[in-house]
T-cell receptor
Framework: KAGVTQTPRYLIKTRGQQVTLSCSPI?????VSWYQQTPGQGLQFLFEYFSETQRNKGNFPGRFSGRQFSNSRSEMNVSTLELGDSALYLCASSPGMAGTEAFFGQGTRLTVV | GDSVTQMEGPVTLSEEAFLTINCTYT??????LFWYVQYPGEGLQLLLK?????DKGSNKGFEATYRKETTSFHLEKGSVQVSDSAVYFC????????????FGQGTELSVKP
């Protein structure tokens, strides 16, 4: 079955702009989580959506937001981009029960200039 | 709060050497534990998992045992190959946090021929 698809793979934006990233989970999976990966901070949890509702949220400012659609596809949005938002953004798909493994997409590499 | 601590890298080994990457965790309740691997330019792939104390996860020659008494989940492989060169992440999923994963900082492994 198809894996987790993230689009776009690469993105370059200017400070102050906003950006939307997309994630299509594995068919049948109801949970989508987003992570930010940077060399300095490692992998940090942004938020999790389950059946169109935000179920968990990490410690990121309100500029970071997300949503999930009825087909489980998810988008995350970052407004008023800062240089420090440059990172690899990873989406993870899972059935959503604790203890079940997550499957990751290849990520979107965002560069803010 | 819940956390994961991994040994710092990079770790450099010769081919066929024995590998151990230490991982300890702090969590309330009984988390599930995972090892993920990330190859350059890619997302994370699940390597193995364990969902309860004394479980041993194994895959592709890698093993890790869930030790509740020492809150550890050390990754081992008896004979590493050049193709094992990657970054390895230990992670936990708390019993009441749905699909959210908490990651260690990652350990880079480099295997030389």
């Amino acid at each position: 079955k198809a894996g987790v698809t993230q689009t776009p793979r690469y993105l370059i934006k200017t400070r102050g702009q906003q950006v939307t990233l997309s994630c299509s989970p594995i068919s049948g999976h109801r949970s989508v989580s987003w992570y930010q990966q940077t060399p300095g901070q490692g992998l940090q949890f942004l938020f999790e959506y389950f059946s169109e509702t935000q179920r968990n949220k990490g410690n990121f400012p309100g500029r970071f937001s997300g949503r999930q659609f009825s087909n489980s596809r998810s988008e995350m949005n970052v407004s008023t981009l800062e240089l420090g938002d440059s990172a690899l953004y990873l989406c993870a798909s899972s059935p959503g029960m604790a203890g079940t493994e997550a499957f990751f997409g290849q990520g979107t590499r965002l560069t803010v200039v | 709060g819940d956390s994961v601590t991994q040994m710092e890298g990079p770790v450099t080994l010769s081919e066929e050497a024995f590998l151990t990457i230490n991982c300890t965790y702090t969590a309330t309740g009984y988390p599930s534990l995972f090892w993920y691997v990330q190859y350059p330019g890619e997302g994370l792939q699940l390597l193995l998992k364990a969902t309860k104390a004394d479980d041993k996860g194994s895959n592709k020659g890698f093993e890790a045992t869930y030790r509740k008494e020492t809150t550890s989940f050390h990754l081992e492989k008896g004979s590493v190959q050049v193709s094992d060169s990657a970054v390895y992440f230990c992670a936990l999923s708390a019993y009441n946090q749905g699909g959210k994963l908490i990651f260690g900082q990652g350990t880079e492994l480099s295997v030389k021929p």
